[in-house]
């Protein structure tokens, strides 16, 4: 196959190629007799532009002209390119994909180079890239006869006969490189990866039948059961938090520091000053300062608090 083409809503292969090419040729040759004649006309307008209007054409028969030679122009202009592209296709005997084939080879050679010849597959297999020529460039006119299939009096003739299926089994090829070689040379990147047949027990998962669905409900419920019953031990032993205005002190007892209490008074008090986890570690055994101050969430005025620090300092006193 060479390209699936839009135009004519069809694939482009052996059998179809010849009448592709002769359309793409009548296409452009119409194109280019229109064009001449759209040409003219437009000269002719263009330099009658100062004569009054009634001589000329009117302003309807100005738009479709104007239109039509837009169109035909624009459409020539890649109706053109791709008949240069098929004719230098079939002088070289490649079809599209061969030719993005080759570029890809050429790609890969440039890269092997630059790293000593090799390239690595998708599971870290060196591959060696060497050049490869392309094995069906026979020569140009044999290119074109077997891309054409027949005389060189019938390439262009509109009604002339379909290619065999027959004749696209086997192509001649220049023998260049060992008939061993494969076209189109290996590409790292499409290397399959290769799979591992290595046999495993998949891991979370119960072997055969013995298991049914309510003995996995009530394995559940027991290991709930026993996370709730660890919950509600450990909860015990968690001291909450006081609010900030017991903790503060008063008048009669004023606050002190976290380092004047006692070890047995921290033991069993309340608040964070007190705290131990499930294992009876407190915050000073990772590392907290458990002598700076705390961050108190509770909304105290500031003049209550300046109050009671002047009824503090005033009984200290």
Same mark, same amino acid.
């Given at each position: 196959m060479d390209h699936h083409c839009p135009w004519t809503a069809n694939c482009v292969s052996h059998r179809t190629f010849p009448h592709f090419f002769r359309f793409l040729y009548y296409a452009?040759?119409?194109? $280019?007799? +229109?064009?001449y004649f759209l040409y003219i006309r437009a000269a002719v307008i263009w330099n009658r532009r100062n004569l009054p209007s009634y001589l000329g054409p009117s302003p309807t028969q100005l738009i479709f002209l104007f239109?039509?030679?837009v169109v035909n122009s624009v459409t020539l202009f890649a109706l053109a390119i791709l008949l240069a592209r098929n004719i230098w296709c079939l002088g070289g005997n490649v079809t599209t994909i061969e030719g993005w084939e080759i570029e890809r080879h050429e790609t890969l050679v440039r890269r092997a180079r630059a790293l000593g010849g090799y390239l690595d597959g998708p599971d870290g297999t060196r591959i060696r890239i060497a050049k490869q020529e392309f094995p069906y460039d026979i020569g140009i006119l044999q290119n074109m006869r077997q891309g054409m299939d027949g005389t060189p009096l019938l390439w262009l003739w509109p009604?002339?006969?379909?290619?065999?299926?027959? $004749?696209? +089994?086997e192509f001649?090829?220049?023998s260049f490189e060992d008939a061993l070689l494969s076209w189109p040379p290996p590409d790292p990147d499409r290397i399959p990866v290769s799979k591992n047949y290595t046999s495993y027990i998949p891991a979370f998962?119960?072997?055969?039948?013995?298991?049914?669905?309510?003995?996995?409900?009530?394995?559940f419920r027991r290991r709930q059961h026993e996370d709730l019953k660890r919950f509600d031990q450990g909860a015990s032993n968690v001291i909450r938090r006081q609010p900030f205005r017991k903790r503060y002190g008063t008048p009669e007892k004023p606050y002190e520091p976290l380092n004047h209490l006692s070890a047995g008074a921290d033991d069993s008090g309340s608040g964070e000053e007190g705290w131990r986890d499930n294992d009876g570690d407190r915050?000073?055994?990772f590392g907290v300062d458990e002598d700076a101050e705390f961050y108190d969430e509770d909304d105290i005025p500031l003049a209550e608090l300046i109050r009671k620090r002047r009824?503090?300092?005033g009984s200290g006193d």
């Open positions: 452009v040759t119409a194109m $280019s007799y +229109l064009e239109i039509f030679l009604f002339a006969a379909t290619p065999s299926n027959e $004749s696209g +089994l001649e090829t220049n998962t119960h072997v055969g039948d013995s298991v049914s669905t309510q003995d996995h409900v009530d394995a915050l000073d055994d009824e503090t300092v």
